[in-house]
């Protein structure tokens, strides 16, 4: 094994560890906040605070090629995750609104110098053949939190500022591991001016449509699904468990998501992914209320072949792009993650609330449908065709 592998499965192994205790800490963060402040502000004004995350999530992904270029791709991650450190502190100190949006502002800013350059660089040492197994990893790795987060909330929800300062301790945490990697991920990444992401995306549609059709599903799933399957003829807990349940299928999922990119190729699984989603919402509309236990299963599956679908995208822009272009396209992508989850939820409450709980899975449905479909017929990607060799 040659001292270049011994290197990459070192990088890689150090920012996916970095990327887990964030998720830990964001997991809990992100559901913490809103109910922190639903007893102090209107429901419209809590989702305008949410969307604070959001916006300091597009500043990230602007503002991250010059913080790179002037200090280090590396050392941009560690200022990302100072920040968020900072933000975090911020806001189990303070509930004033507007303080609480700037902060959340600060975390989402944060958060994307970190996602950026992380995978950037895990598409970098990543070997081409084994691309979407370390991708499946990761996305794994950052779902663990938004699993065991809300948990955490409905434990203790009655203490949000010693919450908050956790999740701080936890963050801090995830500067030994990220700092072992720095030097080797300054040198490999090579920053970019934002203006690159849109030729990024038209250079290959595909593969940012991808994130943004998975992005969009799993923010409204995340915000309105509750609320959905009380209209579906269900309660509120059980909508609750159905986020769960959603998202447990999407941790287990990623790593079988990636060992199909690499072993069944990019095509037929993304096609795959898109063709299992449709399958589900077409039958959770079906089934109605009809059983809470055969709408959790198909919840399952979905949650792992829809964010699939993001997973894919990430082995995608590595097999496409390299050096200055890769980290474009990579903002890009983060770029497309961040106007998904700002805007899905406020197009899907509104068609809901028009036309009905059942309307959000068959519209989902027709989405779904429309890619398995022009997928088949105009998707060709790059498939690695290198020979497997052992990895570290």
Not at 273 to 286: E, K
Request: hydrophobic letters at 55%; charged letters at 10%; a neutral charge.
């Amino acid at each position: 094994m040659g001292h270049s592998e011994i290197q990459a499965g070192t990088v890689i192994a150090a920012l996916i560890t970095g990327v887990l205790i964030y998720g830990l800490a964001m997991g809990t963060t992100y559901p913490l906040l809103g109910v922190v402040l639903s007893d102090q502000v209107s429901g419209a004004s809590n989702g305008l605070n949410a969307a604070a995350t959001g916006l300091g999530l597009i500043a990230g992904v602007i503002l991250m090629p010059p913080v790179a270029r002037r200090f280090g791709a590396g050392t941009a991650a560690l200022i990302g995750v100072g920040v968020m450190v900072a933000s975090l502190v911020a806001l189990a100190l303070t509930r004033e609104f507007w303080l609480v949006f700037a902060a959340r502002m600060a975390l989402g800013f944060g958060a994307n110098l970190l996602f950026v350059v992380a995978e950037t660089a895990l598409n970098i040492f990543a070997d081409p053949v084994r691309r979407g197994r370390v991708m499946g990893i990761y996305s794994a790795a950052v779902a663990v939190g938004f699993v065991l987060g809300p948990a955490v909330v409905a434990a203790t929800p009655d203490t949000p500022m010693l919450i908050l300062l956790g999740c701080a301790v936890i963050t801090v945490f995830a500067l030994l591991p990220l700092s072992k990697a720095r030097v080797s991920v300054d040198g490999a990444v090579q920053p970019t001016a934002a203006r690159q992401m849109l030729p990024s995306i038209l250079g290959f549609p595909f593969a940012f449509g991808f994130v943004f059709i998975g992005a969009s599903v799993d923010a409204v799933v995340i915000s309105l699904l509750p609320v959905i399957a009380l209209g579906h003829g269900y309660t509120v807990e059980q909508g609750a468990l159905f986020v769960t349940i959603f998202h447990i299928g999407l941790l287990v999922g990623q790593p079988l998501v990636g060992t199909a990119l690499d072993h069944y190729g990019r095509r037929r699984s993304v096609l795959g992914c898109g063709a299992a989603s449709l399958g589900c919402t077409v039958m959770i509309a079906m089934v109605g209320t009809h059983g809470f236990w055969p709408v959790a299963a198909l919840m399952l599956v979905w949650g792992g072949a829809n964010y699939g679908l993001y997973t894919a995208g990430l082995a995608l822009i590595g097999d496409r792009f390299s050096d200055g272009a890769l980290t474009a396209a990579t903002a890009a992508f983060a770029l497309v993650y961040a106007v998904a989850s700002v805007f899905a939820p406020v197009i899907a409450g509104g068609t809901t609330e028009l036309l009905g709980a059942t309307s959000f899975y068959m519209s989902t449905a027709l989405v779904y449908l429309a890619v398995t479909l022009i997928g088949a017929a105009l998707f060709r990607p790059d498939e690695p065709t290198l020979a497997p060799r052992s990895m570290p």
